[in-house]
């Protein structure tokens, strides 16, 4: 059974920055796409960035230019590096992974960790 163990969320200013991680076990990690997520408070999940197999990356518009999602297979890991973080961002940050990274983007009938909070604020 696959787990995802995600970290690394907090409560920082507006213009701050936070790297977030997700631990993946169960799975040969190295061939699947993995996603990031984040879901506010009262709106819908929503797929933020997502890395292939092959390390190639797609982002929301939402977050371009300012998160940077990147992976560690040694260690079973994918990464967020989120800067210029603006109110807007303030969510529950959640992993997932597919072998189809086209797939990513349907949040339905998907297993989900604990995630890990970010809040921006003043």
């Known amino acids: 059974q696959v787990q995802l163990v995600e970290s690394g969320g907090g409560s920082v200013q507006p213009g701050g920055s936070l790297r977030l991680s997700c631990v993946v076990s169960g799975i040969i990690f190295n061939i699947y796409a993995m996603g990031w997520y984040r879901q506010a408070a009262g709106k819908q999940r929503e797929l933020v960035a997502v890395i292939t197999s092959g390390g190639n990356t797609v982002y929301a518009d939402s977050v371009k230019g300012r998160f940077t999602i990147s992976r560690d297979n040694a260690k079973n890991t994918v990464y967020l590096q989120m800067n210029s973080l603006k109110p807007e961002d303030t969510a529950g940050y959640y992993c997932?992974?597919?072998?189809?990274?086209?797939?990513?983007?349907?949040?339905?009938?998907?297993?989900w960790g604990q995630g890990t909070q970010v809040t921006v604020s003043s």
């Open positions: 997932n992974l597919d072998n189809r990274w086209e797939r990513l983007r349907t949040t339905e009938n998907r297993n």
